[in-house]
């Protein structure tokens, strides 16, 4: 089955005049979006995952990059990772936090082992890697673990992992 992907992401902000200022300042940091075509080599992916998952009170679980199904309940087996995608629901009550696994951990975007990233209501975080041959997935790198930090509620977070098979 083939896959077809675009991935947009931009800040554009115009911040008026004032002050001693008169001008206007208009920022635009971003991409105008990268297109990736069906395949398992640079800028391709075939593969994608995507769910609205639900966790309870201080709950965390492990997502199995190898095991993990797309939307017709076939095993993906990635093999390597081109982007993740990671929201968490607005009406969250504390942040979700994403980390490599403790046994057979995901690293991924992160530096190492140890590091935590913390995702607050309403936000997201969006990482990719078009290159061939980074970010690969095997039996000693597939866990990614996600919990919620609010003891006290349920968090829900939408989580979409684009791959390749190869």
């Given amino acids: 089955m083939s896959v077809t992907t675009e991935l947009d ?8 005049a004032g002050g001693d200022y008169t001008g206007q300042a208009t920022i635009e940091h971003g991409s105008n979006g990268r297109r990736w075509s ?23 679980e492990d997502l199995d990059l190898t095991t993990i199904t797309d939307a017709y309940g076939t095993a993906l087996g990635l093999a ?4 993740i995608k990671i929201s968490a629901d ?11 696994g403790a046994a057979n951990g995901y690293v991924g975007a992160l530096k190492d082992a ?12 969006t990482w990719e890697c078009p290159t061939d041959g980074h970010n690969t997935v095997d039996g000693t ?3 990614i673990n996600v919990s ?6 349920g968090a829900t977070y939408t989580i979409t992992i684009l791959g390749c098979s190869s």
């Fill in 90 to 100: 607005a009406d969250n009550g504390d942040s979700i936090e994403v980390k490599p």
């Fill in 9 to 16: 992401q931009r800040i554009y902000a115009v911040q008026p």
């Fill in 141 to 143: 790198h597939k866990v």
């Fill in 38 to 60: 069906s395949g398992t080599s640079t800028s391709q992916a075939d593969k994608v995952y995507h769910d609205e998952r639900d966790l309870g009170a201080g709950a965390n």
């Fill in 114 to 125: 140890s590091d935590i990233l913390q995702i607050w209501p309403g936000g997201a975080v």
């Fill in 148 to 153: 919620n930090s609010d003891g006290a509620a």
């Fill in 80 to 83: 390597e990772v081109r982007a």
